[in-house]
Nanobody, 124 residues
Framework: QEQLVESGGGLVQAGGSLRLSCASSERPFSGNAMGWFRRAPGKEREFVAAIVWSGPVTYYADSVKDRFIISRDKAKNTAYLQMNSLKPDDTAVYYC?????????????????WGQGTQVTVSA
């Protein structure tokens, strides 16, 4: 079974940047898309961004549009989330997930595999 491994989280000051990576163990990755979700303490898991693997076509939550950039490297079977102008409200555990086709990329129930998550903490 495919495994997804996130990396790149950490502690950063407001206004700073971080880049998250999500590497698939599947060679090559055969899914339709990869997405990023996040869960802040006491809140529901929410959609952040998604990328259609063959496109690339991208989707963003309004809260991160113009600050975050999702991309993918097909040769490395890896998706990235470049996070700029970070705010304390971006503090959460970030998860990547693989979607296998046909689902609405904005909703977590359409994703089949999930990574273990990486913590992002933005200090004021």
């Amino acid at each position: 079974q495919e495994q997804l491994v996130e990396s790149g989280g950490g502690l950063v000051q407001a206004g700073g940047s971080l880049r998250l990576s999500c590497a698939s163990s599947e060679r090559p990755f055969s899914g339709n898309a990869m997405g990023w979700f996040r869960r802040a303490p006491g809140k529901e898991r929410e959609f952040v961004a998604a990328i259609v693997w063959s496109g690339p076509v991208t989707y963003y939550a309004d809260s991160v549009k113009d600050r975050f950039i999702i991309s993918r490297d097909k040769a490395k079977n890896t998706a990235y989330l470049q996070m700029n102008s970070l705010k304390p409200d971006d503090t959460a555990v970030y998860y990547c997930a693989a979607e296998r086709g046909g689902g609405n990329l904005l909703y977590p129930q359409h994703y089949r595999e999930w990574g273990q998550g990486t913590q992002v903490t933005v200090s004021a």
